[in-house]
């Protein structure tokens, strides 16, 4: 499995970025794709997380500010990331969860800064 992420970049404090993730490879139908992000100094943390069966879990930081939402059809997860503030930043992972393993794509890094 492989994982191709984009959308990092640098955002203003209350400004928007959307993370897309594409997975590609042989992949089993039932899995869950989703978001980690570490920031400097810090341990890796989920963000946000949904299966394909469509249950979702949020951090409580992005609650009420990140969405997760993802196309099955094109093994494709995205994070639509509002009201970023400058604890955001942090080099952001694209995760996908199968009953073999979590694969992990690379890191794209979302800086939150004025």
């Known amino acids: 499995v492989q994982l191709q992420a984009s959308g990092g970049g640098l955002v203003q404090p209350g400004g928007s970025l959307r993370l897309s993730c594409a997975a590609s490879g042989s992949i089993f139908s039932r899995n869950a794709m989703g978001w980690y992000r570490q920031a400097p100094g810090k341990q890796r943390e989920l963000v946000a997380a949904r299966t394909s069966g469509g249950s979702t879990n949020y951090a409580d930081s992005a609650k009420g500010r990140f969405t997760i939402s993802r196309d099955n059809a094109k093994n494709t997860v995205y994070l639509q990331m509002d009201s970023l503030k400058p604890e955001d930043t942090a080099v952001y992972y694209c995760?996908?969860?199968?009953?073999?393993?979590?694969?992990w794509g690379q890191g794209t890094l979302v800086t939150v800064s004025s």
């Open positions: 995760n996908l969860r199968d009953r073999i393993k979590d694969w």
